[in-house]
């Protein structure tokens, strides 16, 4: 079936409406929530949660997972999540006034998920220390993997053969909205965030997109990519914003 003015309409229309491009903003991080989690992030009543959830999933937005009386949700697939990520670039950010407000928006700013690969400051010197190091290439919207790299990758743990039978882009360029540059994402990126929660260089924060460095990720930035990661996030402004 070929792609309709109409079809392109309804999806915008389902991401215009607040309270769903809030909850699929919240599944950013990659994981399956509750209709509860995702109500009380959107601020709205769990029956209104479940209406939206609904339609989101009609639409080929979500998965759904059942266990035991919960139905959990999640982000269908990573071109789902590109997409959100993609508007995120092109919204203007709400300002912020709260301290919990504008602590949220620095630990995301600095390292966030972004589905499910490294993104924030720290995700796009990441990739800038791969690129200068020689073990990946940009060539416009991909990452090209250099021979180099293929040693690099495998000893630091990530087998690349099973990487590249994932039915997905293995190293795709992924815009950043926090600085608008690209970071590492596809089947590789992936893979890549897997290893820095497994290394415990990164943790996740609880009901949030933000990962938390961990002291052995500061040294393990350092040693592996020669990152000063206590100063990489760097403001562009005096102002606040929150995503």
């Keep these: 079936m070929g792609l309709h003015p109409q079809h392109v309409a309804a999806a915008a229309s389902l991401l215009s409406e607040s309270s769903r491009s809030i909850m699929l903003t919240y599944m950013l991080d990659g994981r399956f929530h509750t209709s509860g989690e995702l109500a009380r992030a959107a601020g ?68 966030r998920t972004c589905y499910d690969h490294l993104a924030g400051s720290l995700g796009i010197q990441v990739a800038k220390a791969l ?27 990530i087998n690349l053969e099973t990487t590249r039978r994932k039915r997905r882009s293995f190293s795709h360029c992924c815009l950043d909205w926090s600085e608008r540059k690209h970071h ?13 929660l497994e290394m ?4 996740r924060k609880p009901e949030s997109r933000a990962l938390l460095l961990t002291e052995k990720g500061r040294n393990g930035f350092a040693e592996v990519f020669g990152l000063d990661t206590a100063n990489i996030h760097k403001t562009h402004d005096n102002k606040v914003y929150l995503r």
């Design 44 to 111: 709205i009543t769990p029956q209104t949660a479940s209406f939206h959830l609904k339609k989101l999933e009609e639409a080929g937005f979500l998965d759904q997972t059942k266990q035991g009386r919960h139905r959990y949700y999640g982000l269908k697939d990573p071109a789902i999540a590109q997409v959100i990520e993609s508007l995120l670039t092109i919204t203007p950010p709400a300002q912020v006034s709260s301290f919990k407000q504008a602590a949220e928006d620095q630990a995301i700013r600095y390292a």
């Design 200 to 203: 415990e260089w990164l943790r």
């Design 184 to 196: 590492l994402a596809g089947a590789l990126g992936s893979e890549m965030l897997e290893r820095f």
């Design 131 to 157: 690129v200068d190091s020689g073990y990946i290439i940009q060539d416009h919207d991909q990452f090209i993997l250099t021979a180099k790299g293929e040693a690099f990758f495998s000893n630091f743990g």
